[in-house]
């Protein structure tokens, strides 16, 4: 048995998979990853694959950046672990903390760092009804979110993401959570409905909800400025400023989750900005490190800020920490991260080649089998259709996606299937001629596959 037949073997015995066929796995076996270079991945057998997801939308400045192995060297020696529990706190997340608010140029005020998105959503669903009770209305707890949304996998995060996946059989979701309709005007357009007059529509729904639900119970509405894992849904350019203004005529907090968006994938820093969001808090993780440590961070304005210190006060404490809370290790590479997108011009560079990609992604607008392409920046989707003229999706859903997926990585290029949408979002590095390698496997996939319909 060579070492790789041993690892597999290992993998399969001896570790359970995130988002994975337990089963199948057993049958099908790992595809086992031994280093990194830039945009590209590397087997245990020397393959080279483009990392056409950046991991899990995450590694910004791609694989083995010496600049972060030598922050996390650096910190590691000086002091590699502490805590911000009682009044303690280190050198790396005072100045993370006071670079992230400096980033949102003023809306931000306040930092609390956890260890992932899942975590970091989990903590505003605990701040909201925190703040909520702190102002005496103990009934205002409801929080609504999107189907096809994505927040996390922990209790509360899971709850808020509308993936029914993520609740078959784990009793979820909460009581709390509701759900209003995903903005994805290709599938969820009435027949002759502008962008704008869906937006409005959605708009509407939300205030039914609310309304029905009782405005005195409603907390907060929480929404990726793009959604990711749902499919990387662009909302209509209306849709935020109509939904958040239905949020503020009753006194309902916005939540924008910037895990996948932030820090420059879709051309700008934050995505909030160029989708007019001023939100209440605000997720981040992922890019934040480019995922070589874990680490998010939940933004607080000053309105949320001062509600929390003061009742902490009357409370005795704040009672709520993560033992890795701003874990300094973390922070140092994230800094440095954050220094060397700023300092390379990478949000830029999604701007630029992310605008490359998507003209090259939308020359495939006229293949039989893509029926939507869509994206911002370096974040894209490419949905296949069984039918381009009623936009009828494949059946089962799925199947086509995961084998345009499957092509994809045997041709050298790793992908992700959303249902019958194929996800790109490749690091921030890439450059013009890799754009056209990645656009180049994926159309020779897609395809390979139709030939086989």
Known sequence: MTTQDALARSDI??????????????VQGPCIMERGEGIYVFDTSGKRYIEGMSGLWSV????????????????????????????????????????????????????????????????????????????????????IARHSGYH???VAAASLTGLPYLHKDFDLPLPQIRHVRCPHWYHQAQPGESQSAFADRLAAELEAMIVDEGPETVAAFIGEPIMGAGGVIVPPETYWPKMQAVCRKYDVLVIADEVITGFGRTGHMFASKPFGIEPD????????????????????????????????????????????????????????????????????????????????????ADHPLVGEVRGMGLIAAVELVSNKDTRASFEPAGSVGAKVVKQAQDNGLILRGIKDSVAICPPLIISEAQVDDLVGCLKQSIDAVARTL
């Open 13 to 26: 015995n001896f570790q359970l998979h995130s988002y994975t066929n337990a089963e199948q796995h057993r």
């Open 152 to 154: 996390g996998v922990t």
């Open 281 to 364: 808090f605000m997720t981040l993780s992922k890019q934040i490190t480019s995922s070589y440590q874990p680490l998010a961070a939940v933004l607080i304005n000053e309105r949320v800020a001062s509600v929390i210190a003061h009742h902490s006060g009357e409370l005795g404490t704040f009672g709520h920490g993560y033992t890795a809370s701003g874990h300094p290790v973390a922070t140092a590479v994230a800094l440095e991260n954050i220094a060397i997108i700023e300092e390379r011009k990478l949000v830029d560079n999604a701007a630029r080649v992310g605008a490359i990609l998507q003209s090259k992604l939308r020359a495939l």
């Open 60 to 143: 910004a400045l791609g694989f083995s950046e010496p600049r972060l192995a030598e922050a996390a060297r650096r910190q590691m020696e000086c002091l590699p672990f502490y805590h911000t529990f009682s009044h303690k706190t280190n050198v790396p997340s005072i100045r993370l903390a006071e670079k992230l608010i400096g980033l949102t140029e003023g809306r931000m005020a306040q930092a609390f760092f956890t260890n992932s998105g899942s975590e970091a959503n989990d903590t505003i669903v605990k701040m909201v009804w925190y703040y909520n009770n702190a102002l005496g209305r103990t009934k205002k707890k409801k929080i």
